[in-house]
């Protein structure tokens, strides 16, 4: 009798040594877990917010005269917006719009879900239209960094992007029709190209000033007369 309370005691070994799932909400794409992203070491700081604080912010105050440090303008967010409107009649569209926007920000897509039913386009209220990530503080600049060093130069014939595409408020948005100029996007892993619109929040209060701040990170503002991309 002594032995069978022992027994009860001892916890039951996982059968067949299987290891136990991941944590909830998950959702696996091609090897990939949105949610499994890496803390950043300690101290870390992204290439272009050092070069922000080091080189950007003092020669704008020094060269467009304004009255403080604080006062030159700075990145505050970058927005990035899928529509995926079909996925009410397909679902591996909504799979796949979670991986592309998962793997380019590293933050797992907040859904967008209609707001009222429309009988013509077939739509009803609470349907998922649409996704959207919001980046700020490092991983803002670490995006902003390979959206301009890495994505930007794999468009086929391109020329730079287009510099009138301020809101008045400066504010920039453009819209990109191929994710897989993303080097992160895996070429299998996607069966149709599925546009966005990238939206660069700034605290200039002119276009003018948001159009100087993002040419000193490097932005390829298409020149005037050149052939669009």
């Known amino acids: 009798m002594a032995d069978e309370k022992e027994?009860?005691?001892t916890k039951k070994p996982d059968e067949g040594g299987k290891a136990k799932s991941g944590g909830k909400g998950k959702e696996q794409k091609a090897g990939y877990t949105v949610g499994d992203v890496a803390p950043a070491p300690k101290g870390?700081?992204?290439?272009?917010?050092?070069?922000?604080?080091?080189?950007?912010?003092?020669?704008?105050?020094k060269e467009k005269g304004f009255p403080n440090l604080m006062a030159v303008p700075r990145l505050t967010k970058v927005s990035i917006?899928?529509?995926?409107?079909?996925?009410?009649?397909?679902?591996?569209i909504l799979d796949e719009a979670n991986y592309i926007l998962g793997m380019i920000s590293g933050q797992k897509p907040v859904p967008r879900r209609s707001k009222k039913s429309i009988s013509n386009f077939k739509l009803r209220e609470g349907v998922i239209i649409g996704l959207s990530v919001t980046l700020r503080g490092p991983r803002m600049y670490e995006f902003l960094d390979r959206f301009i060093n890495l994505a930007l130069p794999r468009v086929r014939d391109f020329a730079g992007?287009?510099?009138?595409?301020?809101d008045g408020r400066g504010n920039y948005t453009l819209g990109m029709r191929d994710p897989l100029i993303f080097p992160e996007i895996d070429y299998n892993a996607i069966t149709r190209p599925l546009g966005m619109n990238i939206t660069v929040v700034t605290t200039a209060k002119t276009d003018a000033d948001a159009r100087e701040l993002l040419t000193r990170f490097?932005?390829?503002f298409r020149k005037t007369g050149a052939a669009a991309a």
Request: glycine content about 10%; aromatic content about 8%.
């Open 7 to 9: 027994v009860k005691k």
């Open 44 to 61: 870390y700081v992204p290439r272009l917010a050092a070069e922000y604080k080091a080189k950007i912010a003092p020669g704008m105050l």
């Open 81 to 92: 917006n899928m529509g995926i409107g079909e996925a009410k009649s397909d679902v591996k």
């Open 161 to 166: 992007v287009d510099p009138n595409a301020f």
């Open 218 to 220: 490097g932005m390829p």
